[in-house]
Each structure stands twice: as structure tokens, then as C-alpha cells.
């Protein structure tokens, strides 16, 4: 028997001690129902406001919310693996693609072989 505000007076709510083991337990249930409920009405409102707001900003939530060190990784992927590396600072790399960097145009006007950089 699932308990309401019409079979369950308001003098019941204030006094737990008149009901039975088998009306506690049921009022149990029925209020762990009513939480799990209410607590997927308000996940759902707090989504579509998120939503909403991602909206608002120009973005998708998805984008706001993916772990940002796989973005990076994905944007890390899609580079085009380096060829050349500078001996003088192995941190500076080049693909071999697009406008040469000014380390190798320098080693190149002293007359060093682009080659001598490769990876």
C-alpha cells in the first residue's frame, strides 16, 4: 500500500512512533522512490540548462565537457609526424611541410645540408 497525503494525515508525518514495522517500511520505499525521482527531475533540468547555456556561448556541451587532455592528444595526432630537428634545441621540430623555420633557413645560409637535421 503506497502512501499519500490522503491516507497518510499530516499528525501520522510528525509522529513516526504510532505506525506499524510494515507502514515504516513501506513509507521507506515510497520515499526512496519519491528521492530517486525527484533527483532524475532535477539531473534533467540541470542538463538542459547546462545545455542552454553551452548553447548560449556558441558551443556544444560535449565540447565544454570532453577531458581536455584528449583534445590535445587528438590535436597532436593529427599533426603531420617532425622530420628535422634542431641540434642547437631539440624541442624545435619541422614536418618538412609548409614555410621552412628560421633555424633551418639560418643553418642553410652558413651552407649546412638540410639532411644533416633529419630525424
Do not use: C, Y
Request: net charge neutral.
Amino acid at each position: 500500500m503506497a502512501f499519500n497525503r490522503h491516507n497518510f494525515g499530516e499528525t501520522n508525518l510528525h509522529d513516526l512512533n504510532t505506525l506499524s514495522r510494515t507502514e515504516l517500511e513501506q513509507l521507506k520505499i515510497d520515499v526512496d522512490a519519491a528521492l530517486s525521482s525527484l533527483a532524475e527531475r532535477e539531473r534533467r533540468a540541470a542538463l538542459d540548462a547546462a545545455i542552454k547555456a553551452a548553447a548560449a556561448h556558441g558551443f556544444r556541451l560535449d565540447e565544454l565537457t570532453a577531458d581536455p587532455s584528449l583534445r590535445m592528444r587528438a590535436r597532436m595526432k593529427s599533426k603531420n609526424p617532425a622530420k628535422f630537428r634542431n641540434p642547437e634545441n631539440p624541442e624545435q621540430t619541422w614536418s618538412g611541410r609548409g614555410r621552412k623555420p628560421q633555424w633551418i633557413k639560418d643553418a642553410e645560409a652558413e651552407g649546412a645540408n638540410i639532411e644533416e637535421f633529419s630525424i
